[in-house]
Structure formats: structure tokens, C-alpha cells
């Protein structure tokens, strides 16, 4: 090959071979020619993955809101193959119903790469009812997967501690319930012991004496014993029937000898006299299905009995205490692995009522098996002495968990036995309501107490077509308005209320409500009925009709569409007795928790009566009169009576063959201790009916004082 050199090259060997010439000789060096270095041609460069960090933050997204559909759609296709959405949605679901949590809010703190696989690092926060926020650090892992970058799932990406073999429970402690009590700490509603007796089959040695033994202690029929034996698993144990620690001990000898019987004691609520006051101090219940998730974000795990009416209900978190437990990760035979949180219980606090028992039992015992409600008010602060309602229930047949069949069978008595007619019976009210009236004519219309009227037994102003009657046949001829509420004279009010509704219709309905009618009065501790008070533009939107001067006229006399509670009426008859003042009624005196200070009720006032003190004076002396003045519509009621009263009888229409009978009033006359309103269904006059029974709670109320 001819390679031919480069004059530059070329001058440098002649220079250096003249060089060797003076030199000494050498070893000559053989002269060798490199090829020309060609340029290498330059590799692809790969193109960078995107950053997982898009994936990992709309995992923790979604899990903050709830999305769980969205997180399995972001999972790896291995992990979408070996579980179900369902099964996927199950493990984070029952995990926070076990910790109680209500809310998760995850965030990314940090993300590393390392070509097709990256890790997310996370903090977590559960919002939880028992434990308060619980906070973990994690991490995820990230695969890039099909072109996209997908979470490789485990079950530690929901808690740390929980692997895929362990499952996360709560160990729960439940406090002790609080009692309830009346108003000297006598109880109502405490917490007792209970026996269960069972059997466990596979201990049984001698069947036959065994099912008649259990069958004669606890009145199970032997048959039904039978069939629990013959149809449980052998070494589980059987209950059988709950009965009193007196029936365990009374029997100990027989169930001691008892080969495969069993006792177990736990503790339940007592009701220690039995339907007494059962519509104020309510019942325990199980959690309705579609409310579960409710009380279960208050801390609640969903089977337990909870207070479902009355003080019961309403105090459920006064009474409940402050439930404990752990949160605890458990393997497949149930041993504990780790705690990952805690709570420690706190007992429930009392609730005392302002209820006195004993008079409450006079209340009840003076109803007896008639239909209706007594409520009995101090009218000087609005607290509630007692309040009796028939017919009742026992609240024992919730505390262990009612039956559905007795659950059904009392929902549908006729009868309506759950109802407390003291604050959810809803009558109209009949002539009790013409001191409203009353008090309306001589604020609006400028009536007085002489005012005169003339009464001939019958009413033909809105034409012969409306005749109306007065409850005397005979008429009382004539008469002024006072004398007109002493002796309840149908004509007078008539009138009175013709003559508002000439003014403006709503100067009666808008009296009664600033005499507590027509709105619940905000009782603490038990359910109430607001009642109504009928106006024209209720009637309009109710009843699509226009208000008539008929409906004014019944108004005035207590009916038309008119309703009331009792515990409305004997508050109306308290701030009349008192003076004016219209207090909220109270049935919580104390609340008493095991930490911090007592919460002691005190009178609350709701407003006072619109009326000028001398037109109350008159109101007054016309309600004395019913009692004791010489034509009086109660007075003969009270003949022989100890005390002073004043009060307004009430006969009022129902549809039906017998009217309700009312009486409401107060004693003493001038000076007011107690206020009572007494309502009795369908059982005639009020005069002759609920006057007696005014006084019998009358004469039970002083006896209590003076003991």
C-alpha cells in the first residue's frame, strides 16, 4: 500500500536522521505507520420515565374522600386479579369502622425512583371518635405498569401494623351506664345484675331431668328447652332463660346438681318500680338498621342497647360515659400481635330528675286505668313534680332487648301505651282555652270585668243556619264577662270572639301563642308535640279554604282545630297563678359526671303574659270562682276542700260519643305552690270527672309537703 507522507512529517524524519548521524551509533528502531482513529457514531439515548408521583398523590386522594373505586383502579393488574373491588373496599371499610374513625386525610411527603419502580412515602391521619386522630407514617410502593404507573398493594398501605394475615379489631370496654334518679336520688333507672341460666349439651348426662328442672325454675316450655339443646353446637354454651339473682341463689342447690348446666351473670338495667314514670325515664333499645352508621361515627360499634326514649334517650350521652377500648391487630388464631391504640372508659354520670317519687306514684295511682294525663308544675320555677300518663309500659321489657313480638304487639295496641299523653297528647282544650280569650277581649278589645252580656241558652248571630247553644239549656241571662269564665258561659265567648274576629282574626291565635300554645315549650328529656293554633293563613295552606267568622267563634270556646298538650295547659295555669311569668318546664334538675362540676338547672323564663296586672287580677278572681264561688262549675267538686284553688274546667268536643274532661288550675289561690292540669279521654264532663281528680292531686301534693 503506497502511503505518502506529509511534507511536515517528511522535514521531521530528515531532521532526525541527520541528528543520529553525529550521534553514537544505535540500534536502529523500525519505523511503524498507524491508520487514521475513524470518529464512533453515538448511541440512543433512552427516554426518562414520568414521575409516579402523579399515581401515588391520586391514591391518597381518593382515599381521603372515600373514593375506593378510584384506588383500585390505580392498583397493579396482579393485585386487581387477586381481589375484588368489594374485598378491596371491605379492608379499608372495616378497618376504619373498628378504629371508629369518621374521617382520613393522607398526604405524599417523598418520592424516590429507581427505573420502572418508584417509592411513595406518605402521612396519614384518622379522624376517629374513641381515640381521637390517629397519625402513621407509610409508604407505597409503585410499579410502571401497561404505560401507566400502578400501586402495588398490600394490606399495610391501609395501617402499618396490619399484614395481609392480621385483621384489626377493637377490644372494647364498656363503662358503666349511669342511673337516673329522682329529685332526693331515689331510683329509677340503675344498673342491676341479671343470671342467665344455660346448659352446654355435650356435659349433659341426664337430659329428661335437666329439661324439667330448668323448664319449673325459669317457665321455658320443657319443649322449646328440647329444641335449643338438639339444635346448638355441643360445646357451645346454651342460654336458656334470664332471671334474678334472688331466683339463682333461691335454686342454687337444684342448678349446682345439674350435670351441664351453667350460670353467668351480667349486668343489665333495673327499673326498680317497674311502668313508674316509664314515659319520662324511657327505655333502652336497639340500634335501628338504617342508623347504624350514625352511632357508629359516634363511637358506638352498632349491636349495643341504647337509650331510645325518654331521660333514657335524650340523656344517652350523659349516661353512656365515655366508652373505651384497644386497637389491636389479631392473627388467624385470634392472638394479639400489636396495640395500636388505646382509650381508657370513663363511667356515665346520673341524671337526676325533678320528679318527687312518691308523688309521681300518687299521680299515677290517682289516674288509674283511665286514659289520660295528670302533669304536676311548681309555678314558680316550671319544674315538673310529676307527670303520669296511662296508658303505660314496662320498661323492663327493653332491657335486655325486647322480642319482635312484643315490640309489634305494642306498636299496634290501639291503646298507644309507648305514647306519654303528658307532652305528646295532643286535645283540644275546650273552655280551659276562654281564658286566652278572656284575656284577648280585654287587651284588644278593652273589655272589663263588668262588661255585659246576655245569655238565653242559645247563639243565632251568624244566622239561623249556625245556631249555637250554651252548655246551660237555660241560659244564665245576664252576665258579665268575669262571672262568664266562672261559670264557663258558651254565649259570652261567643260574643268575644265575634268581636275579635270583627277586629282582626289574629288577635286570638296570636294570644294563644303568647300564652305557650302552639309550640313545644322545650322541655329537656322527653319527646313533646308543639299542638296547634289554627290562624288563617294556617288554615289556607293546610286546608286550602279561606278563615271564617265561624272558626273565630269556635276558637274562642277551645275547639275549631285547636290542640294542646297538657303539660301546655298546667304551664298556661302556672304563669296565671304566678303572676305572669311563663317559665320553661324542667324535668332535668342535675346532671352528675364522674369529672368536673354538676350541671344544676335553674328557671328559665320562656316570656310574660300580655296582659296588664289588673286584667290578670280579674282572670284571677274569675278562676278562684270556679272553685268556690256559689255558681261556680267546680265548686261542687270541692266542697269540704282544706285548701284554696283556683282553676277552669273544660269539657271539649271529640267527634266521638264522650268528650275529654278537663281541669287545670293551682293552690293555693293566692299564693300558688303547685299547678296541675288533668286530662281524661272520652270520660265526660270536666266538672264532674277532672275536677275530683284536680283535688285528689291537690290534697297527695300537701299531704307529701307536710311529712
Known amino acids: 500500500m503506497d502511503y505518502r507522507l506529509p511534507r511536515r512529517v517528511f522535514l521531521k524524519l530528515m531532521l532526525a536522521s541527520l541528528a543520529s548521524a553525529c550521534a553514537p551509533e544505535q540500534v536502529p528502531v523500525p519505523l511503524t505507520l498507524v491508520p487514521p482513529t475513524p470518529t464512533p457514531t453515538p448511541l440512543p439515548t433512552p427516554t426518562p420515565l414520568p414521575s409516579a408521583d402523579g ?52 398526604e405524599l411527603r417523598s418520592l424516590l ?77 340503675v344498673d342491676g345484675k341479671l343470671v342467665t341460666i344455660g346448659v352446654v349439651p355435650e356435659w349433659i348426662v341426664d337430659k329428661a331431668t335437666v329439661v324439667a ?37 333461691t335454686n342454687d342447690d337444684v342448678l349446682s346438681s345439674l350435670v351441664g348446666v351453667t350460670r353467668r351473670e351480667r349486668t343489665i338495667r333495673v327499673y326498680k318500680e317497674g311502668d313508674l314514670a316509664a314515659h319520662l325515664v324511657g327505655y333502652l333499645g336497639t340500634i335501628p338498621v338504617d342508623q347504624v352508621t350514625a ?20 340523656g344517652e350521652p350523659y349516661l353512656a360515659g365515655r366508652r373505651g377500648g384497644r386497637l389491636v391487630t389479631l392473627n388467624q388464631h385470634n392472638e394479639e400481635v400489636a396495640q395500636v391504640a388505646e382509650a381508657i372508659p370513663r363511667p356515665g354520670g346520673s341524671i337526676y330528675l325533678t320528679i318527687d317519687k312518691t308523688l309521681q306514684a300518687d299521680a299515677e295511682r290517682i289516674l288509674g286505668q283511665r286514659p289520660g294525663a295528670i302533669v304536676v308544675l311548681d309555678p314558680n320555677t316550671g319544674f315538673v313534680l310529676a307527670m303520669a300518663s296511662y296508658p303505660r309500659f314496662d320498661p323492663g321489657l327493653f332491657a335486655a332487648g325486647i322480642d319482635q313480638k312484643t315490640w309489634t304487639a305494642l306498636n299496634a295496641d290501639p291503646n298507644r301505651p309507648l305514647v306519654g299523653r303528658g307532652t305528646q297528647g295532643a286535645y283540644p282544650p275546650g ?10 277581649g280585654m287587651e284588644k278589645l278593652g273589655l272589663t270585668a263588668d262588661t255585659p252580656f246576655f245569655c238565653t241558652g242559645t247563639w243565632d248571630r251568624l244566622g239561623d243556619q249556625f245556631i249555637k247553644t250554651c252548655w246551660l239549656k237555660t241560659g244564665h241571662g245576664n252576665i258579665n264577662l268575669q262571672d262568664g269564665l266562672t261559670q264557663s258561659c258558651d254565649v259570652v265567648f261567643y260574643d268575644v270572639g265575634l268581636a275579635l274576629q270583627n277586629a282582626d282574626p289574629q ?16 322541655i329537656a328529656g322527653v319527646e313533646e308535640t308543639p299542638g296547634l293554633v289554627p290562624d288563617p ?3 289556607l295552606a293546610e286546608k286550602g279554604e279561606s278563615w271564617f267568622t265561624g272558626d273565630s267563634v269556635n276558637l274562642a270556646i277551645g275547639q275549631s282545630y285547636l290542640l294542646t298538650t297538657p303539660l301546655q295547659i298546667a304551664n298556661l295555669l302556672a304563669a296565671v297563678g304566678n303572676g305572669g311569668t311563663l317559665y320553661r318546664p324542667q324535668l332535668i334538675q342535675r346532671i352528675a359526671e364522674p369529672i368536673g362540676p354538676e350541671q344544676v338547672s335553674q328557671p328559665e323564663v320562656l316570656a310574660r303574659l300580655p296582659l296588664a296586672p289588673e286584667h290578670l287580677e280579674v282572670i284571677r278572681t274569675a278562676l278562684e270562682g270556679v272553685v268556690s264561688g256559689r255558681r261556680g262549675t267546680a265548686r261542687k267538686a270541692f266542697q269540704g276542700a282544706t285548701f284554696t284553688a283556683a282553676g277552669k274546667t273544660g269539657t271539649s268536643e271529640t267527634g266521638q260519643e264522650e268528650p275529654h274532661a278537663w281541669f287545670a288550675g293551682y293552690a293555693p289561690a293566692d299564693s300558688p305552690q303547685v299547678a296541675i292540669a288533668v286530662i281524661l279521654e272520652h270520660a265526660g264532663e270536666g ?6 281528680v284536680f283535688r285528689q292531686m291537690v290534697e297527695a301534693y300537701f299531704e307529701r309537703v307536710l311529712r
Do not use: C
Open 431 to 440: 273552655s280551659v282555652f276562654k281564658i286566652v280569650t278572656m284575656a284577648a
Open 507 to 522: 288577635l286570638l291565635p296570636d294570644m294563644a301563642r303568647a300564652f305557650g300554645l302552639g309550640s313545644v315549650t322545650g
Open 687 to 692: 266538672s264532674k270527672e277532672a275536677a275530683p
Open 295 to 314: 352511632w357508629q361515627s359516634r363511637g358506638y360499634r352498632g349491636d349495643e342497647l341504647v337509650g331510645r326514649a325518654g331521660v333514657e334517650g335524650w
Open 55 to 106: 399515581a401515588a398523590a391520586a391514591f391518597l386522594t381518593a382515599w381521603s374522600a372515600g373514593d375506593y373505586d378510584t384506588m383500585y383502579d390505580l392498583l397493579i393488574g396482579a393485585d386487581r386479579l387477586s381481589l375484588s373491588r368489594d374485598q378491596f373496599r371491605a379492608r379499608y371499610v372495616n378497618a376504619l369502622r373498628e378504629a371508629t374513625a369518621t374521617a382520613v386525610r393522607a
Open 537 to 539: 293563613a294556617w288554615k
Open 113 to 189: 425512583h429507581e427505573g420502572p419502580r418508584a417509592l411513595a412515602g406518605f402521612r396519614v391521619e384518622w379522624q376517629t371518635t374513641l381515640f381521637g386522630p390517629l397519625e402513621f407514617d407509610n409508604s407505597m410502593n409503585l410499579l410502571w405498569e401497561g404505560g401507566r404507573w400502578a400501586v402495588d398493594w398490600s394490606s399495610t398501605l391501609v395501617l402499618p401494623q396490619l399484614g395481609d394475615d392480621l385483621k384489626l379489631v377493637l377490644l372494647d370496654r364498656i363503662p358503666i351506664r349511669g342511673n337516673i334518679y329522682d329529685r332526693d336520688g331515689r331510683g329509677l333507672a
Open 213 to 249: 328442672q330448668l323448664s319449673a325454675i325459669t317457665g321455658v316450655d320443657p319443649e322449646i328447652i328440647q329444641d335449643k339443646i338438639a339444635t346448638s353446637k355441643p360445646d357451645w354454651f346454651v342460654p336458656i332463660a334470664d332471671v334474678s339473682p334472688e331466683v339463682s341463689i
